[in-house]
Nanobody, 128 residues
Framework: VQLVESGGDLVQTGGSLRLSCTVSTASGFAFDDYAFGWFRQVPGKEREGVSSISTSDGTTFYADSVKGRFTISSDNHKNTVYLQMNDLQPEDTAVYFC???????????????????WGQGTQVTVST
């Protein structure tokens, strides 16, 4: 199973980006058996949960720092998860990772240790 993120870029404060995470699956992997999350990390800090989504019923969770600015969504036919990021701020600068966690129903934001597969990350830089 491979998760490939794309969409990271350099953007000015107040700008927008849409990150994509496409899952390349081996036989037997069912996209909608998993929940997906977006995390971010800056050097010297722990990986931080940004948002997560249930592929079975669309339930979403957001970190307080991104509520109202970021939107997570999924397209089960394309095996792709998106993160629409609006009103970006310098503190959003980080490497953003996509991850898959077995079990599509989520009732809370799962921590990084609960995720089974990770992408390689995509850099988001917000300039002042």
């Amino acid at each position: 199973v491979q998760l490939v993120e794309s969409g990271g870029d350099l953007v000015q404060t107040g700008g927008s980006l849409r990150l994509s995470c496409t899952v390349s699956t081996a036989s037997g992997f069912a996209f909608d058996d998993y929940a997906f999350g977006w995390f971010r990390q800056v050097p010297g800090k722990e990986r931080e949960g940004v948002s997560s989504i249930s592929t079975s019923d669309g339930t979403t969770f957001y970190a307080d720092s991104v509520k109202g600015r970021f939107t997570i969504s999924s397209d089960n036919h394309k095996n792709t998860v998106y993160l629409q990021m609006n009103d970006l701020q310098p503190e959003d600068t980080a490497v953003y990772f996509c991850a898959a966690s077995w079990g599509p129903v989520i009732t809370f934001m799962r921590g990084p240790s609960m995720y089974d597969y990770w992408g390689q990350g995509t850099q988001v830089t917000v300039s002042t």
